[in-house]
């Protein structure tokens, strides 16, 4: 394989991880959103390992084998060892807004993204950061639009899990030679954030009766009358 | 070697927590690690002065003034809310069989905050961060109430949308030093002695994602909402250090940052900070008048004072940075102290609400005295720390010519001021109006609001001549000389 070979289907998997996070978007049962996740991750991993190719940096092999171990295997095991089966099951039926609309606002934070990074890379003869940087800045933003218009606990964890991809994608591309000490920091980081959040997640199942965080809404500034 | 212990000694307080054979003794462990932590920040305080900076570990475990500071503050608060726990948390909790988890969590909490100031990798910083959101989320449900995991839920959501970002700031950072530093370690100071050299878009680019991923968790407004949530339904002992502290450590990043970037030669960022940090306060200072739960209302001032020091970092001027500095330390010992005082009065009453309390001087007239001392320090009445920082701030806003902007502030100042005091005139004085019998307070509760004090007292009136150096000294490291 030569290295304009790897470019090319780094260019590839980008296209994919954005497609993936679309599905996250559109995609009303809480199963699948998880399903979706995991294939971003591993089109994550294969983006890592082919720029790991093209500049044959053994750090960034490292890096890849550590994105599978986290976000492949630890994450949705850890999600499955902590919540019960039956909140897996679970269907969206009304979001904040329906799922067309919400994938135009998806298309135009893209679209954003692209304008955003311009100036970023404008200079930048490197062809991979060219496609990681907006990518994955799309990543984040869509990752985050999904965080927003979800109202199940566990598609919202994993919309910050996205956005940590689409960080992570243009990661691997500009921050490359970064210390593996911040990497494993980071990963373990991800890992800690699935149990604490799946841990509280179980608690407000147990003690509410619901998953639905949008029926979290006792709490709120109630104005005063003035004496 | 002291500054590696301090990291060290919260995790091996929280692994023997955990051990089922300590677990009896699992408060006594939390105090001693914090009060050893704290008199090992003075050793290392002391290493600052005299050298400037304080190396644990090469190129790994560094310090500066800046850090030693906020190391100081950090355990200071945490080992005074650890005195608290003991007796509030003996009171308030339901299932005694979960107090030794409590104490597990509050070590773990501190050592993420520590480990912040104490590492000199910008990577790792963040993910020291990351920690301390983490650990604080089941600390703020830890009562598990409805509400309680309601506002866990909602810190949760809101401050962690903002670690994505902000680690993609932290990438552009290193990306930025990265094609110009020649592949030596990104440390603290590297990147501040090469930020000249970097691309200023990058940098840019770089201060606003950690900005916007950290102004999350530093409680700025409009993403300030999880703020009087969490301040509401977590201990008070927990909410001691969430806002004494944990909202300063992420501002602490973020001046690092914007240090960098007042280090490199297109330094018009000022004015946006000036700007944003008065958003803060103005929204805080009017919803200050309308509030209705006493937690709520320091938590809003978190928010105020937050707006405050963030304003007084923009004016971009020495004299600004000593004010933010120093605003810094004294919010968070008068912020602890204020909440150490709201646990109190909880103990006595049992209620939040503001309007159902009248007359504490008589009921408590411990906590009731306690309660007006820290609202006047809290609102910057003379002569508390506070104020003096304030007026710092003011004056060098004024010497920079910034007038458009010190007057809102001062303003803004004076409306917080008298929202405050509304309220506590109407708690602390009049006939009581409270049915329930007042309880009496543990011990350690007012050992941990009396030692909480004297801080706050003396500050005000002197500043001791090594707290004025290193607040000199990590004024100069702020302003990036």
Known sequence: ?227 | MALILIVLLPLLAALLCWIPAFRRAAWVLTMGAAWIVFALSLVVWRGVLENGHFVGLPRWIETDGLGALILTIVSLVTALASIFAGGYMRRTLHEPERLWWYYCNTNLFSFALLVVPAVADPNLTWVGVELITLFAILLVGFERSRTALEAAWKYAVLTMMGAPISLFGFFTLFWAYHSVSGGAPETWQAVQAAAPKMDPNLLKISFLLIFVGFGSKTGFAPVHTWLPDAHSQAPSPVCAILSGVKTTVPLYVILRVLSVILASPMARIGSWMVVLGLISVAIAAFLLLQVRDYKRMFAYSTVEHMGIILTAAGLASGAGDFGAVSQMMNHAVTKSFCFLVAGTVLLVLSTREIGSVRGLLRVSPFAGSALLLCSLAIAGAPPFPIFLSEFSIISAGIRGGQYTAVAILATLIVVAFVAIFRHVNRMAFGEPIMPIEPKALPTSCWVAVLGAAIPVLVLGLYIPAPVNSLLQLAARQLGGH
């Open chain 1, 1 to 227: 394989m030569t290295s304009a070979t790897a470019e090319a289907l780094n260019t590839l998997c980008a296209g994919l991880i954005l497609i993936a996070a679309f599905a996250m978007v559109a995609t009303r049962q809480v199963q699948g959103v998880v399903r979706f996740f995991i294939v971003q991750s591993l089109l994550l991993t294969a983006s890592c390992f082919l720029i790991a190719y093209g500049r044959s940096s053994p750090h960034l092999w490292a890096l890849g084998v550590l994105t599978v171990a986290a976000k492949v295997v630890a994450i949705p095991w850890v999600l499955r060892k902590l919540l019960p089966g039956e909140y897996y099951e679970r269907r969206e039926i009304s979001q904040v807004v329906n799922i067309p609309a919400s994938l135009l606002v998806a298309l135009l934070l893209t679209i954003a993204a692209e304008f955003v990074s311009g100036p970023l890379v404008s200079t930048v003869t490197d062809p991979v950061i060219r496609v990681n940087l907006p990518i994955g800045l799309a990543g984040v933003l869509i990752g985050a639009w999904a965080l927003i218009a979800r109202r199940e606990a566990i598609p919202q964890l994993i919309g910050i899990l996205a956005m940590e991809n689409g960080a992570f994608f243009a990661g691997i591309a500009i921050a490359s030679e970064l210390p593996l000490i911040a990497e494993l920091g980071v990963a373990g980081g991800v890992i800690l954030i699935v149990i604490v959040v799946g841990l509280l997640t179980r608690h407000i199942g147990e003690r509410i009766g619901t998953t639905e965080a949008a029926r979290l809404n006792e709490l709120k500034e109630e104005s005063m009358s003035w004496r």
